[in-house]
């Protein structure tokens, strides 16, 4: 552990441990834990999907900053054609020659921002999530020591920024938002942040991030 970091940020990830202690990859990927949506939605939603699901995953960067911990995300490059714009997680397919989740998610991040894998530490895995492009992604948990320089593979990522730990734990930073797809309505939950949106698949993620960490 980090010993110049808050003792706020040190009980965060001592909680942020012991809640992911033993998890594995994996879980439903058809009905994931989706915070604010129904058994009916849930179910409607994998109806709209592909039958078969590409796996992919994404890593969860958590740093450790003297401040306190914060959030990596990326906001994706605008020529995209799938999610463009958008704000993410690093990540993306799982390849052949990936050992598992945890070296993709590694593999992609190195790619994508140039975060050297040396500088993160496993801390486990959240539940699967479906994506409407038709992945089913398992988001890895990973701490992520200070003193990395970032390299952008500006082709994919135009922007990286962080966003404090707390910021997103508190449900006042979380607004209700009623989306349309295929006919249909979901009700879901966008985190806004400096000039930046955080909704979708990204913020489902987080959601269940600060679920987890909610539990008594």
């Known amino acids: 552990m980090q010993g110049s970091i808050t003792s706020e940020g040190a009980r965060q990830r001592a909680v942020i441990e012991e809640r992911l202690r033993g998890s594995t990859p994996g879980g439903n990927p058809f009905v994931p834990h989706m915070p604010g949506r129904t058994q009916e939605e849930l179910q409607a939603l994998r109806g709209l999907l592909p039958t078969e699901l590409s796996p992919a995953a994404v890593l969860v960067p958590i740093v450790e900053r003297d401040e306190g911990l914060t959030i990596l995300l990326t906001r994706r490059a605008t020529h995209l054609k799938h999610h463009a714009g958008q704000i993410s997680f690093p990540g993306g397919r799982i390849e052949p020659g990936d050992a598992g989740p945890w070296d993709a998610a590694l593999r992609e991040t190195e790619e994508e921002i140039g975060l050297p894998r040396e500088h993160v530490q496993l ?18 948990v990973g701490f992520v ?7 952008l593979d500006v082709t994919e990522v135009e922007e990286a920024f962080e ?6 734990l508190d449900p006042a930073n979380r607004v209700p938002h009623e989306r349309h797809f295929a006919g249909r309505s979901f009700m879901g939950y966008d985190i806004p942040y400096q000039g930046h949106n955080i909704w979708g698949a990204t913020a489902v993620m987080l959601l ?3 679920r987890l960490l909610e539990q008594p």
């Open 208 to 210: 269940s991030l600060s």
């Open 163 to 168: 966003v404090p730990l707390s910021f997103v």
């Open 123 to 140: 801390a486990g895995y959240l539940c699967d999530h479906f994506v409407i492009t038709g992945y089913v992604v398992t988001p890895v």
């Open 145 to 151: 020591r200070p003193g990395f320089t970032l390299k």
